[in-house]
């Protein structure tokens, strides 16, 4: 099942959230900045043996401090106009963390906007492309959440869904 819920991430109980990472893995802002503090400094810790993540793959750390068992840190196109790959290497995030999701046995796994803050990959274009995705894999877990962090994002992960 596709449930979109507006939460912060950092609090979900699921078995996996995914981080909105860049390709260091060693933190940043936004969504990543909220992980980092709220997971704790083992998370960097973890981070720093990865040696950082190519745009439109994803890594697995464990959760730390969250309530969350899993974090699968994917790093998002930042967007420039549409002509550069963007939306296949937005496809290539959706899809790589979902696949790692299944190899660790994940069967919850929350999402936030990929892209959609700092790397100003339009909204409703990221979510489209989330939800084809999402349906891809809709059966293989019990629930995957788009974590919107805004009413606005809220209503239009359900107007696609319904749509
Ligand atoms: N819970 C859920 N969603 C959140 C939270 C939160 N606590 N904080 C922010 N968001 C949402 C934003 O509103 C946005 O819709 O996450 C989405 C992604 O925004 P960013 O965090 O800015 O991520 P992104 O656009 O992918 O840019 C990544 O920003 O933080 C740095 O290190 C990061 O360099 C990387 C870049």
Known sequence: MIEPVRADITQLHVDAIVNA???????????DGAIHRAAGSALLDACQHL??????EARITPG??????????????????????????????????????LENNVKTIAFPGISTGVYSFPKDKAAEIAVKVMREFEYRFEKII???FSEGDLVLYQNILSG
Not at 51 to 56: I, K, N, Q, V, W
Not at 68 to 93: F, M, R, S
């Open 21 to 31: 990472a860049n390709n260091s893995l060693l933190g940043g802002g936004g969504v």
């Open 51 to 56: 040696s950082g993540c190519p745009t439109g």
């Open 64 to 101: 730390f401090n969250l309530p969350a068992q899993y974090i699968i840190h994917t790093v998002g196109p930042a967007w420039q106009d549409g002509h550069h790959g963007e939306k296949q290497l937005l496809e290539n995030c959706y899809r790589n963390s979902l696949q790692l999701a």
């Open 146 to 148: 788009p974590c919107c």
